[in-house]
T-cell receptor, first 114, second 112 residues
């Protein structure tokens, strides 16, 4: 069964304290792995797509990496405005064609204190 | 360019009542999706429409129906609401199924 697990569930950092969020996945075949940011009371906001092991993407203080079993979202010198829930999702390949279905993890809630 | 819009933002229903959640996108996307988000459960796919004129069940379709009215609009209907359908509902769309999905602001539904 395709599955996505994110850890930790919650993370509290001091401003400037770098850390990483983990997304472990089990799929029959990976078509793509997506990272989203979700602020309270809002819809998820797209951050990155990764397609193959070894791929990396960066945006401001965020860097996403991918291996064959997991993805990491590295946050360098975070600021209070980086506080949000970060969601990981995978899209699996299927024999009947690409339906676009995403399987989401439960998210990591990040709090950055000034 | 408003992206993905959803109406209403909030709704309270009594058990057994019906309602339709509306979703529209102005990005000329082909595929549209309906998710529900519950604490501890993450986002789960209810129904999706890979292209205009087609709809398919997702992970949790029971108790829901959908209509892909045209390329822009995708509605979700609850025929007889149940307390278990209390949730936050998100609509999403993408250009094609392998691309990133863009989400609307959500509808917070409470069924008493």
């Amino acid at each position: 069964e395709d599955q996505v697990t994110q850890s930790p569930e919650a993370l509290r950092l001091q401003e400037g304290e770098s850390s990483s969020l983990n997304c472990s996945y089990t799929v029959s075949g990976l078509r793509g792995l997506f990272w989203y940011r979700q602020d309270p009371g809002k819809g998820p906001e797209f951050l990155f797509t990764l397609y193959s092991a070894g791929e990396e993407k960066e945006k401001e203080r965020l860097k996403a990496t991918l291996t064959k079993k997991e993805s990491f979202l590295h946050i360098t010198a975070p600021k209070p405005e980086d506080s949000a829930t970060y969601l990981c999702a995978v899209q699996a390949t299927t024999g009947s064609g690409n339906t676009g279905k995403l399987i989401f993890g439960q998210g990591t809630t990040l709090q950055v204190k000034p | 360019n408003a992206g993905v819009t959803q109406t209403p933002k909030f709704q309270v229903l009594k058990t057994g009542q019906s309602m339709t959640l509306q979703c529209a996108q102005d990005m000329n996307h082909n595929s549209m999706y309906w998710y529900r988000q519950d604490p501890g459960m993450g986002l789960r796919l209810i129904y999706y429409s890979a292209s205009e004129g087609t709809t398919d069940k997702g992970e949790v379709p029971n108790g829901y129906n959908v209509s892909r009215l045209n390329k822009r609009e995708f509605s979700l209907r609850l025929e007889s609401a149940a307390p278990s359908q209390t949730s936050v509902y998100f609509c999403a769309s993408n250009l094609a199924s392998s691309y990133e999905q863009y989400f609307g602001p959500g509808t917070r539904l409470t069924v008493t």
